[in-house]
């Protein structure tokens, strides 16, 4: 990676890192939007990984450790259930450099992004109804943690769209001003 692309990544893990810290609607984060407009923007898919699992990873050592940490007996490493949380991001990314070699890039943005949120609703609410006490362990209990969890797949699409929105506009000015940037 060169140093631009250093930079680059830093500001992609500091947006998503603050977005999951500071007081926000639930699930409207940037991390989906640095999954799909990381993937998008790179000449290489590893700094797209690296900006959204090292600020997920942080961001959760610091909201299950001092922000939530009366949920917790003792210091949290790993989010319970994480792999129903990271999986999904994994593969927007993967999802979104399949995707960047077909069409324009708005067009690539809005079908990783809808792509990416269906992925995440489908896959953590899933983790959400297996590891759950709440919801009965059948498929009736399946369809109502869904269903259930439908306000919060809105808000992460927005979220998605919204910072993604944002990532590649600031992308365009960077590559405009300097074309060799990422």
Known sequence: ????????????????????????????????????AGAMVYKKWEPAFLA???????????????????????????????????????????????LRQNHSRLVNWLAASVGSSLLFFLISNYGVWLGSQMYPQNFSGLLACYAAAIPFAISQFF????????????FSVIERRIPDAV
């Open 1 to 36: 990676m060169t140093k631009k692309d250093w930079i680059f990544t830093l500001g992609l893990f500091g947006l998503a890192f603050i977005s999951r810290i500071i007081p926000h609607y639930p699930n409207f984060t940037a991390v989906g939007a640095i999954a799909v």
């Open 52 to 98: 959204t699992f090292l600020s997920l990873f942080v961001s959760d050592l610091i909201i299950n450790n001092f922000l939530m940490k009366e949920f917790f007996d003792g210091f949290v490493w790993i989010t319970p259930g994480a792999a129903f949380i990271y999986f999904p991001f994994f593969l927007s990314i993967i999802l979104s450099r399949v």
């Open 159 to 170: 979220g998605t769209l919204v910072y993604g929105g944002l990532i590649l506009w600031s």
